[in-house]
């Protein structure tokens, strides 16, 4: 899929990968980048920068109704939303039940959400695009949180059953799967008290935003399902 001309919505735009992907995407020709998070003056700052073809949205993806409303955009209908916003909680055994449900609310529901807000709308108009961010976590076993991994691998699944059952009425999903990025996210991992993560993620390949985005722009195009920044996470995924 090209981005030229397309309307796309990212959420988690103010955060560090979500932001790199709404500038790439308007430097690709967008008609409209929906810059949508919970940080609302973050998003409005996004959207500035971005200029005219950019609208800044407050949202919280947790919430059914508000990622609905993310569908009605100003630049017409959705090509391609990226189901990006997340959050971690820096916890194993330890996390408490609100943690597993506040993970569960934005890492996995908000992408079953996306998907009820666009899909029909997509195969009307003949097809769409779903990119959802999960992690390399939900694939690997990664030191950190055990909610995140947990959550991270059941966006992976929702993802490949969304594929699986709309790929003949022509919407394609393809899941984003980072290892390490220098964002907000990551900079509170490595500050946790997790030291099997710190010396993963400290010692390991650590990309910047916008080489994610960069991988995305080259994965949109290609027919295959994962987009890996890293391919290291590639080679270990396809060995198992
Ligand atoms: P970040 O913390 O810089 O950005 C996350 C953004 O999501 C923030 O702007 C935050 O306000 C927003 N957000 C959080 N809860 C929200 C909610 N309920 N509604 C709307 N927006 C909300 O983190 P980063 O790294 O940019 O994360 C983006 C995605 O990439 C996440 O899904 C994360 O799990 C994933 N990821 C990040 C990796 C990394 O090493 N940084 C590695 C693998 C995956």
Redesign the pocket.
């Known amino acids: 899929m090209r981005v030229r001309d397309k309307v796309v919505v990212v959420?988690?735009?103010?955060?560090?990968?979500?932001?790199?992907l709404a500038r790439r995407f308007a430097a690709e020709g967008a008609a409209g980048v929906v810059v949508?998070?919970?940080?609302e003056a973050?998003?409005a700052a996004v959207a500035e920068e971005i200029g005219s073809r950019a609208v800044p949205v407050h949202?919280?993806?947790?919430s059914e109704e508000?990622v609905a409303g993310l569908a009605d955009t100003p630049f017409g209908p959705v090509d391609l939303f990226c189901s990006?916003?997340?959050?971690?909680a820096a916890h194993g055994l330890d996390a408490s039940e609100q943690e597993w449900r506040d993970l569960h609310?934005?890492?996995v529901m908000?992408h079953v959400y996306a998907a009820r807000a666009v899909i029909p709308a997509m195969i009307d108009r003949g097809g769409g695009y779903l990119l959802n961010?999960?992690?390399?976590?939900g694939l690997l076993s990664c030191p950190g949180d055990a909610p995140?991994a947990v959550t991270?691998a059941a966006a992976v699944a929702f993802a490949e059953w969304v594929a699986i059952h709309y790929a003949p009425k022509g919407i394609k999903v393809s899941v984003?799967?980072?290892?390490?990025?220098?964002?907000?996210?990551?900079e509170?991992?490595l500050g946790s008290d997790h030291l099997a993560f710190k010396a993963v993620?400290a010692s390991g390949p650590?990309l910047d935003?916008a080489d994610v985005a960069t991988s995305v722009i080259d994965g949109l195009d290609a027919e295959r399902f994962h987009i890996f920044p890293h391919p290291e996470v590639a080679e270990f995924v396809h060995l198992k």
């Open positions: 959420t988690g735009a103010a955060g560090g990968i979500g932001r790199a949508a998070d919970l940080d973050g998003a949202v919280d993806v947790s508000q990006n916003a997340g959050i971690s609310a934005v890492n908000a961010t999960c992690s390399a976590a995140y991270k984003l799967c980072p290892l390490g990025v220098r964002t907000a996210m990551l509170k991992g993620y650590i935003p």
